[in-house]
Every structure is written in structure tokens, then in C-alpha cells.
């Protein structure tokens, strides 16, 4: 049974950090490149960051030099270190498996395995 499960969110002041993390089982993660996206009432989902299995990281612009994609050892546990955080970060984050080993451009739109998120909100 694949499941994917997030922890980590909470609430914090804008300028503040957190660590979330995910631990995934059920599937064969070198063949799936892995991320994170967020998704805010009103507003559309965001691939935040991903890293495929060859390693390569990429990072959305909106947070770029503040959130730091990582992996486990064994790749089935995924981090995502936020700082400097701001209140327009406020959003349901998920972890989200894609076919294939190079996350594309839109791989956060149609991923074949999601956890059911964790909340993070920022205060001002």
C-alpha cells in the first residue's frame, strides 16, 4: 500500500522557520522523482521544490534562497527546510510522488502518489 505522510507544519512568525518531512513507502522511489507543492484556498497549486533521483534539486522562484529540498539516505524519507518564512507561504503542503525519474516543469499538476498534506501558516 503506497502512503505518504507529512508532519511538520504549524503556525510561526513571518521570519521564522520549520522543517517538514515526509516518509514514504509502498513504491519503488528510483523510479519516481519526489517534491513538494502547496495549495491555499483561492489560490492555484505550486510545485515548491523537488529533486530528482539523480539528486538535482529545483526550487519555485517565490522560494528560492529561503527553502531547501532534501532526502533521506534510503530516498523514502523527504524534507523541506523553510526559513525566512513569509505570510503568503500560509498553505496545505504536500508531499507528492511523479513518474519517472526528472521531475518537469509541471510535475506538481498530475503527480501519481500525494500525502494528505500538512498546514503551515504564517503570521505577520
Known amino acids: 500500500q503506497v502512503q505518504l505522510v507529512e508532519s511538520g507544519g504549524g503556525s510561526v512568525q513571518a521570519g521564522g522557520s520549520l522543517t517538514l518531512s515526509c516518509t514514504a513507502s509502498?513504491?519503488?522511489?528510483?523510479?519516481?522523482?519526489m517534491g513538494w507543492f502547496r495549495q491555499a484556498p483561492g489560490k492555484e497549486r505550486e510545485g515548491v521544490a523537488s529533486?530528482?533521483?539523480?539528486?538535482?534539486?529545483n526550487v519555485a522562484d517565490s522560494v528560492k534562497g529561503r527553502f531547501t529540498i532534501s532526502q533521506g539516505n534510503l530516498k523514502r524519507t523527504l524534507y523541506l527546510q523553510m526559513n525566512s518564512v513569509r505570510p503568503e507561504d500560509t498553505a496545505m503542503y504536500h508531499c507528492a510522488a511523479a513518474w519517472g525519474g526528472v521531475c518537469g516543469r509541471s510535475w506538481y499538476t498530475s503527480p501519481r502518489f500525494w500525502g494528505q498534506g500538512t498546514q503551515v501558516t504564517v503570521s505577520s
Open positions: 529533486i530528482n533521483t539523480d539528486g538535482r534539486r
Open positions: 509502498g513504491f519503488d522511489y528510483s523510479s519516481y522523482c
